[in-house]
């Protein structure tokens, strides 16, 4: 039997980087036999190996949204993989605007993938990477049923929460939203919701440290999910696991892990894991 398993690559939220221990958002999903990589922050790469993944073996990659913290080391990654031995098709999914970046990478590395195919025999990169454009509703992906929910994030107007169904498990990636009461619908009855999450109290600091401190604050407030509310949206869907990603702080000393639980099982009192980098989550028949 296939391994099935969730593991988060990246927790952090926002795309600077003040640690090794915490890289931006990206997750793999093992499901239904096919191997998913969900966001491609950087580090994306590194952590999947760590996770003991065939680079040459991802099936397919999603992206929730255009933001650098979530797509920056996606042409970095897939290029790895095919440097890595890289022989079948993958299939990129991700909103309007990903063919440009992926032509535009492509563009960049053109003398070293011709050097390659001339010099070492190698497939062209080109024709391995099957692109598609995806929107709300259903995604058509072989072998997979997957969905996608359009989820407030502004400015970004394409922003999408992902659901993946194989075999009787249920897995939903909110992406990054502010509090939307759809999404508990979208996740209803998920065996893992994984959806990010701010906690009130470190904003303030975390905005302070930015030459852009009013901007930031707007956009932080406008566009992420307070703990408390991330707990209602796992409430209302019925969720059986919540895992807590893309945290916002993720660097701040004085904020512990109890902080985050706290005020996340005040409203909910299902199972809750707080992410962190390479945390892996086993199928459970249970």
């Given at each position: 039997?296939?391994?099935?398993?969730?593991?988060?690559?990246?927790?952090?939220g926002?795309?600077?980087?003040?640690?090794?221990d915490?890289?931006?958002t990206?997750?793999?999903?093992?499901?239904?036999?096919?191997?998913?990589?969900?966001?491609?922050?950087?580090?994306?790469?590194?952590?999947?190996v760590?996770?003991?993944?065939?680079?040459?073996?991802?099936?397919?990659?999603?992206?929730?949204?255009?933001?650098?913290?979530?797509?920056?080391?996606?042409?970095?990654?897939?290029?790895?993989?095919?440097?890595?031995?890289?022989?079948?098709?993958?299939?990129?999914?991700?909103?309007?605007?990903?063919?440009?970046?992926?032509?535009g990478?492509?563009?960049?590395?053109?003398?070293?993938?011709?050097?390659?195919?001339?010099?070492?025999?190698?497939?062209?990169?080109?024709?391995?990477?099957?692109?598609?454009?995806?929107?709300?509703?259903?995604?058509?992906?072989?072998?997979?049923?997957?969905?996608?929910?359009?989820?407030?994030?502004?400015p970004?107007?394409?922003?999408?929460?992902?659901?993946?169904?194989?075999?009787?498990?249920?897995?939903t990636?909110?992406?990054?939203?502010?509090y939307?009461?759809?999404?508990?619908?979208?996740?209803?009855?998920?065996?893992?919701?994984?959806?990010?999450?701010?906690?009130?109290?470190?904003?303030?600091?975390?905005?302070?440290?930015?030459?852009?401190?009013?901007?930031?604050?707007?956009?932080?407030?406008?566009?992420?999910?307070?703990?408390?509310d991330?707990?209602?949206?796992?409430?209302a869907?019925?969720?059986?696991h919540?895992?807590?990603?893309?945290?916002?702080?993720?660097?701040?000393?004085?904020i512990?892990?109890?902080?985050?639980?706290d005020?996340?099982?005040?409203?909910?009192?299902?199972?809750?894991?707080?992410?962190?980098?390479?945390?892996?989550?086993?199928r459970?028949?249970k």
């Amino acid at each position: 039997m296939d391994r099935e398993r969730v593991v988060i690559l990246g927790t952090k939220g926002g795309p600077s980087l003040r640690s090794a221990d915490r890289m931006p958002t990206s997750s793999l999903i093992e499901i239904g036999g096919k191997k998913v990589v969900v966001d491609c922050g950087l580090g994306v790469t590194r952590n999947l190996v760590n996770a003991g993944v065939d680079l040459a073996g991802i099936d397919f990659v999603f992206l929730t949204h255009l933001h650098s913290d979530h797509v920056l080391e996606l042409g970095p990654m897939l290029y790895t993989a095919w440097v890595s031995g890289l022989s079948k098709e993958v299939g990129l999914y991700g909103p309007f605007g990903i063919r440009e970046y992926w032509d535009g990478f492509i563009q960049s590395m053109v003398y070293d993938i011709e050097l390659r195919i001339g010099d070492e025999g190698r497939q062209d990169l080109r024709n391995l990477v099957r692109l598609a454009e995806y929107g709300e509703g259903d995604v058509s992906v072989p072998g997979l049923k997957v969905a996608a929910l359009r989820v407030p994030h502004p400015p970004v107007q394409e922003c999408y929460a992902l659901r993946f169904d194989a075999e009787g498990w249920r897995v939903t990636f909110g992406a990054d939203t502010t509090y939307f009461p759809p999404l508990a619908e979208f996740a209803t009855g998920s065996d893992i919701l994984v959806h990010e999450a701010m906690l009130e109290k470190g904003v303030e600091k975390l905005v302070n440290r930015s030459r852009h401190a009013v901007r930031l604050r707007e956009h932080i407030v406008a566009s992420h999910t307070e703990a408390r509310d991330v707990a209602r949206i796992a409430k209302a869907s019925g969720s059986r696991h919540l895992v807590v990603n893309h945290l916002v702080p993720v660097d701040d000393p004085d904020i512990s892990e109890s902080d985050w639980i706290d005020s996340i099982s005040a409203v909910w009192d299902g199972k809750i894991t707080l992410g962190y980098d390479g945390l892996e989550i086993e199928r459970s028949n249970k």
